[in-house]
């Protein structure tokens, strides 16, 4: 069975710090790009990172110089790093697997269906 699940959400403060991971079960991540999604309360779903099977990476405008998408394949696992959390950036995180062209990936998914996600709360 393919899957992917996430982990490493939590309660923060605004202006610290969480890293999520991104595990791949029944497949090697490396043979795709994968992005980072999340969705608020409310609001609809929307890209927020992604990594291309050549390391190629994107960036939400919202999260750029905050964020750092990487990938570990000895441990076959993406992560996002996630730096000067915000309370907007509130919202269950979720990844998948993502398109990509000419090495560069696209935030996008391609099919599957989402995971259960895991939530970031940035609050005082």
Known sequence: ?????????????PGGSLRLACRASGFFLDNYSIGWFRQAPGKEREGVSCISTTDWTDYAHSVTGRFTISRDNAENTVYLQMNNLKPEDTAVYYCAAVYQRSGVCILVIEGGSWGQGTQVTVSS
């Open 1 to 13: 069975q393919l899957s992917l699940v996430e982990s490493g959400g939590g309660l923060v403060q």
